[in-house]
């Protein structure tokens, strides 16, 4: 069964910066696609960032110039570096990967970590 453990949230003044983690155990194969989602209160969950095997990355314009998404393959681990950031920004942060190469990662999920911006 695999598992998406994510770690790094936490409170941060605006402007300031947070870097998240997932790791994905109990797989064999690769995840090809992995990303980041986040959800706001009273709000859709919407894809931040995703990153498939070859490097290639996207970005929801919300946070293109701020965040910077990286992977290791070897590790099956995603991060993403959440810098200038803003209080709109605050939500609960998923990881998603995917075996398959798509635009919207969601074979497996992380169980969500909260990140708090204040203003």
């Known amino acids: 069964q695999v598992q998406l453990v994510e770690s790094g949230g936490g409170l941060v003044q605006a402007g300031g910066s947070l870097r998240l983690s997932c790791a994905a155990s109990?797989?064999?194969?690769?995840?090809?696609?992995m990303g980041w989602y986040r959800q706001a209160p009273g709000k859709q969950r919407e894809l931040v960032a995703v990153?498939?095997?070859?490097?290639?990355?996207n970005y929801a314009d919300s946070v293109k110039g701020r965040f910077t998404i990286s992977r290791d393959n070897a590790k099956n681990t995603v991060y993403l570096q959440m810098n200038s950031l803003k209080p709109e920004d605050t939500a609960v942060y998923y990881c998603a990967g995917d075996r398959s190469v798509t635009a919207n990662p969601n074979d497996y999920w992380g169980q969500g970590t909260q990140v708090t911006v204040s203003s």
């Open positions: 109990g797989t064999v194969f690769r995840l090809n696609t």
């Open positions: 990153v498939i095997s070859s490097g290639s990355t």
